[in-house]
């Protein structure tokens, strides 16, 4: 696939990030607290994978809540899209 969508996965040798839209990639740390959005110039080489989803799997994510591991906030899905 030669143009990345949002939620397409972007792999590179040893790493897997997920495509935000607009040049930006989400990758997180090995330990899992250094989550950040970058260029998706920084992963040279990269190869990008869209994941096929199942009937009725964006509402199902939609009201899926997420921790935050440094704060132990939880907030919804809907709230990453913003």
């Known amino acids: 696939m030669g143009t990345p969508a949002p939620g397409d996965l972007v792999i590179t040798a040893g790493h897997v990030g997920v495509y935000a839209g607009d040049g930006q990639v989400v990758s997180g740390g090995v330990d899992g607290y250094k989550t950040e959005v970058h260029s998706i110039s920084w ?10 989803s199942s009937p009725g799997a964006a509402e199902a994510a939609a009201t899926t809540q997420y921790r935050d591991k440094g704060g132990g906030r939880e907030f919804p899905a809907a709230a990453l899209a913003r």
């Open 43 to 52: 992963l040279s080489g990269a190869s990008f994978v869209r994941v096929a």
